[in-house]
């Protein structure tokens, strides 16, 4: 089981919560759960769909603990951004993936719909049970996160949307004549 949803997992997971240490506490905590809890797994469900959930879930109380803990820290110099060659040249190589801007720009449930079904490749109504909606409102959801990240990058590429290619002009289409039938038209 491990092995099979390992990487897939913390990568969904990573996207939530940004920070590996966290994700694979994560990680490891939803496959304890999983294991502990599976006798009230339902097999008309697929595995992953279940695990998912429960990972998910996870990361939402993390971020939210994380939010309370940083209401309760005053900031400090050590929290400062760093200012070694190296971390800058990999944040703006990372600025430029498509994920980070994903991240960026689109809440958590966004983003992780978009992440299950272009890289785990899982359908709708797997998303949709994951994620506790309708399918109808994971293809909204998915939607307005497409129509979002789209404005994001062209916004952040300096192309204005007002710019659009005109259509090229097409010929006057040719009507049939009229006949004249019995002396009248």
């Not at 490749?121 to 998915?142: F, P, W, Y």
Request: charged share 25%; net charge positive.
């Amino acid at each position: 089981m491990v092995t099979r949803y390992e990487h897939r997992l913390f990568n969904f997971i990573l996207r939530r919560v940004n920070c590996d240490a966290d994700a694979e506490d994560i990680v490891q905590e939803a496959f304890l759960r999983a294991w502990q809890s599976i006798d009230r797994y339902d097999p008309t469900w697929e595995f992953s769909t279940w695990l998912y959930t429960i990972a998910r879930r996870l990361a939402a109380n993390e971020l939210a603990a994380a939010r309370r803990r940083a209401r309760l820290q005053p900031m400090t110099g050590a929290d400062a951004r760093s200012t070694d060659p190296a971390q800058i040249v990999a944040d703006r190589e990372s600025q430029t993936n498509l994920w980070t801007i994903a991240q960026r720009a689109l809440n958590p449930d966004q983003q992780s719909a978009l992440w299950l079904r272009y890289a785990e490749q899982m359908s709708v109504r797997d998303i949709a049970n994951i994620l506790g909606r309708t399918q109808v409102s994971v293809r909204v959801l998915m939607f307005r996160a497409r129509k979002a990240l789209a404005n994001e990058m062209t916004r952040s590429s300096g192309i204005s949307q007002s710019v659009r290619i005109k259509p090229p002009s097409l010929p006057e289409p040719k009507l049939p004549t009229a006949r004249v039938v019995g002396g009248l038209r």
